[in-house]
């Protein structure tokens, strides 16, 4: 079972930029056809999917992500980064790493980093 740990959450001003990071443990990363995705949900919406990588780094973006964020994963540290630009008040939600083998990825969860725009 693969356990999943957000970090690099806070407070940014509109403008900014963030990066989230996922380790991963369990083995995860060397299985077959493995995906791993950014989530978020703010107040009162239902969580959206972000960003996806697969194990040979192929990567999908919400419209919202396109041209500001940026996934990608490493192999020898087993994480997966959320390089977040440009940063908008709507981008404040709660935003969870996500693991699976099938897209979008949704096997299993990490308990979510915060992140707030705001000046």
């Known amino acids: 079972q693969v356990h999943l740990v957000e970090s690099g959450g806070g407070l940014v001003q509109p403008g900014g930029s963030l990066r989230l990071s996922c380790q991963t443990s369990?083995?995860?990363?060397?299985?077959?056809?493995?995906?791993m995705g950014w989530y978020r949900q703010a107040p009162g919406k239902e969580r959206e999917l972000v960003a996806t990588i697969t194990a040979n780094s192929a990567s999908t973006y919400a419209d919202f992500a396109k041209e500001r964020f940026i996934i990608f994963r490493d192999d020898v540290r087993l994480t997966v980064d959320l390089q977040m630009n440009n940063l908008r008040p709507e981008d404040t939600a709660i935003y969870y790493c996500?693991?699976?083998?099938?897209?979008?990825?949704?096997?299993?969860w990490g308990q979510g980093t915060q992140v707030t725009v705001s000046a």
């Open positions: 996500a693991a699976g083998h099938a897209y979008p990825p949704s096997g299993a």
């Open positions: 369990g083995g995860f990363f060397s299985t077959e056809r493995n995906v």
